[in-house]
C-alpha cells in the first residue's frame, strides 16, 4: 500500500526535525495509517498484525498490499493488487491541502490578539455624538 509506505517514509523524515516539529510531521505521517487498517479491518483480519507485517515490508520496498482472501501482505504486483494512481495521488493531495488549511488557520487564530469594539470609547459617547 502506498500510504502506509508514504507515512513510514514521512516518520522517518520526523526524526530529522527539531522541536515540536518532529511530532506533529510523526504524527501526520502516522495518518497514514488508517487506509490499511480500515481495509484490514473490513475484511475481517487484525489490522494490529497486518499493520506490523506492512511496516515491516515498508522496509524494504513500495510495492506491497493487502490480499483480503487469506489476510497477507504481498507483493502487489506479483498479486495483481491493483490501485488506480490518479485516484490516489489526488486524495493525499487533497488531504494534505486540507491540513495546511487547518494550519494557516490555527496560525491566524494563534498570531491575532482577540479584538472588538472599544468598550470604554462607546460609553463615553452619547447617542446623538455630542461630546461635551
Known amino acids: 500500500m502506498p500510504e502506509l509506505y508514504i507515512g513510514s ?13 518532529q511530532y506533529a510531521v510523526e ?25 506490523a507485517k506492512m511496516y515491516k515490508e515498508a ?3 513500495s510495492v506491497f498490499g ?14 495483481k493488487i491493483l490501485d488506480a494512481l490518479d485516484t490516489k495521488s489526488w486524495a493525499i493531495k487533497l488531504c494534505i491541502d486540507v ?3 487547518i494550519l494557516k ?3 491566524i487564530i494563534m498570531s ?3 479584538g472588538g469594539p472599544n468598550i470604554n ?10 461630546d461635551g
Not at 121 to 130: E, F, I, L, W
Open 66 to 79: 493487502i490480499d483480503c482472501s487469506d489476510g497477507e501482505v504481498k507483493d502487489a504486483a506479483e498479486a
Open 105 to 107: 488557520v490555527d496560525q
Open 9 to 21: 517514509e514521512i516518520q522517518k523524515f520526523a526524526k530529522t526535525q527539531p522541536g515540536l516539529d
Open 27 to 51: 504524527k501526520f505521517g502516522t495518518a497514514f495509517e488508517i487506509i490499511p487498517r480500515t481495509l484490514s479491518e473490513n475484511a475481517g483480519l487484525k489490522a494490529e498484525i497486518v499493520l
Open 112 to 114: 491575532k490578539p482577540a
Open 121 to 130: 470609547n462607546q460609553a463615553a459617547r452619547r447617542p446623538d455624538g455630542y
Open 99 to 101: 491540513c495546511l488549511t
Open 59 to 61: 522496509a524494504t520496498s
